[in-house]
C-alpha cells in the first residue's frame, strides 16, 4: 500500500500552507487595515471618501486568508491549536470584535450624513486599531513563548500581557500604517496623496525604530535564538535578511522624497516578507514557541488520506 502522506510528508505540507495564508493575510488585510488607522486623520471628507473606496473591493475577502490559517491549525496540528487558543484567547476575541465592528462601520458609513458620519468615521478607525494591535499583542504572546504542561496550557489568562507584547502591538500599527500610506500614494493624486507621502514619511520612522528593537529583543529573551543568529557560520548565511531589509528602508525613504507612486508599497510589502522570514528562522521548528515542534503538534496519521 503506498502511502500519500507519507511521501508528501503532510505536517511540513500542511505547516507551508499555514504558513503562507497567515503571510498573505498579513499583506493583503495590512494595507486596510493600514488605510482604517491613517483614516480620520485625513485633510478632507472628500480624502477620507477616496481612502474608503480604494478599499472597497478588497476588504471583506481578505479574511478569507485568516479563517484558512486558524482552520488549517485545527485540522492539521490539533495540539498547537489546543495549547495557543487557551493561552491567547483574549487578543484573538478582541481582534475578532475589532474586525467585526470595522465591518459594520465600513457599511454604516457609506450610508450615514452629517455628524453622524463623523461618528462612524470613528468607528470604522478604532475597529481597524483595535485588530491591528490585537494582532501585534498575539504575536509578542506567541514570540516569548507558552508555558505548557505536558499537553496543556500551564499559564494565565493574561500572560500573553507585558511590555514585550505591547510594544509589538504598537510595532505592527505601525506597519500597517506604512503599507496603508504607500497604498493610498499608489492609489489617489492631488491632496490625498501628498498628505499619503507625507505620512509614509514619518511612519517609516517609526517601522524602522520597532523593527530594530523587535529584532534585538528577540536574541536577548532566548538564548538560542542569540546563538542562532550570531554563531558562525550562521551569521554569514543569515546576513543577507537584516542587509535587505536595510535596503528596502532607505530605497522607501529615497522614493518618497523623489515621488514615486509604486515602489514603495511593494517595497513595504517586502518589509514585511523580510520581517516574517526572519521570524520563521528565529521559531523554526516550533509551532509553540520553544515548547512543540511542528511534528509533536500534527495529528495523528489515521486522520490523514491515504491514496491505494
Known amino acids: 500500500m503506498f502511502s500519500f502522506a507519507g511521501f508528501l510528508n503532510l505536517p511540513m505540507v500542511w505547516f ?38 480604494s478599499i472597497a473591493p478588497f476588504w471583506d475577502g481578505n479574511e478569507t486568508w485568516l479563517v484558512l490559517g486558524g482552520g488549517g491549525l485545527f485540522a492539521a496540528f490539533p495540539l498547537a491549536y489546543a495549547v495557543l487558543m487557551p493561552a491567547l484567547y483574549v487578543p484573538v476575541i478582541l481582534m ?26 470613528y468607528s470604522f478607525h478604532f475597529g481597524f486599531l483595535v485588530a491591528a494591535f490585537m494582532q501585534g499583542m498575539f504575536l509578542g504572546g506567541l514570540v516569548q513563548g507558552i508555558k505548557v504542561d505536558g499537553r496543556s496550557f500551564a499559564g ?3 500572560d500573553w500581557l507585558n511590555a514585550f507584547s505591547v510594544m509589538t502591538g504598537f510595532a505592527l500599527v505601525g506597519g500597517y ?5 504607500t497604498w493610498v500614494v499608489m492609489k489617489t493624486d492631488g491632496t490625498t496623496q501628498d498628505w499619503a507621502r507625507k505620512c509614509a514619511n514619518y511612519v517609516l520612522f517609526y517601522v524602522a525604530l520597532f523593527m530594530g528593537l523587535v529584532s534585538l529583543s528577540m536574541p536577548l529573551m532566548n538564548a538560542d535564538i542569540k546563538t542562532l543568529w550570531f554563531s558562525l557560520p ?28 509604486y515602489r514603495p508599497f511593494f517595497l513595504s510589502v517586502g518589509l514585511f516578507v523580510m520581517g516574517y522570514i526572519g521570524l520563521g528562522v528565529s521559531l523554526w521548528p516550533y509551532v509553540v514557541p520553544f ?11 489515521e486522520s490523514n488520506l491515504y491514496c491505494w
Open 16 to 53: 507551508g500552507l499555514i504558513a503562507t495564508a497567515v503571510l498573505l493575510y498579513v499583506l493583503l488585510d495590512g494595507f486596510d487595515l493600514g488605510v482604517g488607522i491613517l483614516f480620520p486623520f485625513a485633510p478632507s471628507d472628500q480624502s477620507r471618501d477616496r481612502m474608503m473606496n
Open 96 to 121: 475578532l470584535l475589532g474586525l467585526i465592528f470595522r465591518g459594520v462601520a465600513f457599511e454604516f458609513r457609506f450610508k450615514a450624513t452629517g455628524q453622524s458620519r463623523k461618528l462612524w468615521d
Open 156 to 158: 494565565g489568562a493574561f
Open 177 to 181: 500604517a506604512l503599507l496603508g500610506a
Open 234 to 261: 550562521n551569521f554569514y548565511l543569515l546576513l543577507p535578511v537584516p542587509l535587505l531589509v536595510l535596503a528596502m528602508f532607505v530605497t522607501i525613504w529615497r522614493d518618497l522624497r523623489h515621488q514615486r507612486e
Open 291 to 301: 515548547e512543540i515542534t511542528i511534528w509533536q503538534a500534527a495529528a495523528a496519521p
